[in-house]
């Protein structure tokens, strides 16, 4: 059996149980060496083979994975954060498909979570916002028009930038095209909960300049949006008011 795992957002004991677990079980490992903590790979058994995809193509991936199938080995495919949110993993599970091979996905703490974690924030806060919307800069991969930056920056709800912190300057211009202004909060996270983690805070008109300043060019997310401002007093949730019964509570 082939296994995609989420190997979580970066700390090496953010991983899922059953990810370790498989890790340790798993003849062969393929790894993104770019992304995910080498850390990690201590929950590899002794005889594993170990593979960086970093430098490898699709194509050579699954020969990996196919080779690994067809001597009875378990593989695991080792991915960044969760696999399902930009995880290239639809093209991999294709190729699979079309060899009859049966896979399985083990998710993963995004790092996106890791990131709202390390800022101590919650992206829907009742009565403030209620919606994430999940996305990346247009860069040298393109995005449908109806997915572009200010298109759905209309909506002025909370927003989670994978894959831009190297278009920052460009992505702050987009977003005010939308609802956001220069004084919406914004954040910068650099490998959230890593042992080198980083963050910045400020606002759309502020954090090009400070995310700069760090030297921050990849690997971080920017999130946008009034859920980082701790000063706005936030309505309390329905779920735990004394007043609005529910079927555990009169």
């Known amino acids: 059996m082939i296994y995609f795992v989420g190997a979580g957002c970066g700390a090496p004991d953010l ?81 699979l498909k079309k060899r009859g091979i049966g896979y399985e996905i083990v998710p993963g703490v995004s790092s996106m979570f890791g990131a709202a974690a390390s800022l101590k924030a ?42 831009s912190s190297s278009m920052i300057p460009s992505l702050v211009e987009e977003l005010l095209e939308g609802a956001y202004t220069k004084n919406t909060p914004a954040a910068v996270v650099y490998k959230a909960t890593w042992s080198d983690e980083k963050i910045v805070r400020g606002t759309l008109g502020t954090i090009s300049s400070l995310a700069a300043a760090e030297g921050i060019t990849k690997t971080a997310l920017v999130l946008v949006g009034d859920f980082l401002d701790g000063s706005i007093e936030a309505a309390k949730s329905r779920l735990y008011d004394a007043t609005f019964p529910t079927e555990f509570r009169k």
């Open 122 to 163: 919650e992206f829907t806060v009742p009565e403030l916002t209620q919606t994430v919307i999940i996305t990346r800069m247009e860069g040298r991969t393109p995005v449908p028009e109806r997915e572009k930056i200010r298109e759905l920056a209309k909506h002025g709800s909370t927003m989670v930038l994978f894959l």
């Open 15 to 95: 991983i899922t149980v059953r990810g370790a677990n498989l890790l340790k079980e798993a003849d062969v490992v393929v790894w993104a060496g770019s992304l995910v903590n080498p850390e990690l790979l201590k929950n590899c058994a002794e005889n594993a083979e170990i593979f960086d995809s970093a430098r490898m193509t699709l194509e050579e991936t699954t020969e990996i994975l196919v080779n690994a199938e067809r001597n009875g080995k378990k593989c695991v495919r080792l991915h960044t954060g969760d696999p399902s949110i930009f995880g290239a993993i639809r093209e991999q599970m294709d190729e």
